[in-house]
């Protein structure tokens, strides 16, 4: 399985952006699809990701301003991200979890800027 992510940039506070992440491999399902991230100096966080049941899971900072979904026929996982603020500046890691196996899988990750 491999992960490609994309739709990362400099954008200012406020603005908005939308990453994709699309899937190649053996997916059955974009279930275990889902978006992390990591800010300078902090650890890797769940931003919002798809479980391998089908619900939909986002961190408490950003649940009312991101919004993930999904593409079947494209594989593709995404994240709208609306007002967003400097605190969200971070590398955005696409994440697959593989339903019913121990296997987990990383994308390479995309940059998010956000000025004041």
């Known amino acids: 399985v491999q992960l490609q992510a994309s739709g990362g940039g400099l954008v200012q506070g406020g603005g908005s952006l939308r990453l994709s992440c699309v899937a190649s491999g053996t997916i059955f399902s974009l279930n275990g699809m889902g978006w992390y991230r990591q800010a300078p100096g902090k650890q890797r966080e769940l931003v919002a990701r798809?479980?391998?049941?089908?619900?939909?899971n986002y961190a408490d900072s950003v649940k009312g301003r991101f919004t993930i979904s999904r593409d079947n026929a494209k594989n593709t996982v995404y994240l709208q991200m609306n007002s967003l603020k400097p605190d969200d500046t971070a590398v955005y890691y696409c994440h697959y979890s593989a339903p019913r196996t121990p296997n987990s899988y990383w994308g390479q990750g995309t940059q998010v800027t956000v000025s004041s």
């Open positions: 798809f479980s391998t049941a089908g619900s939909i």
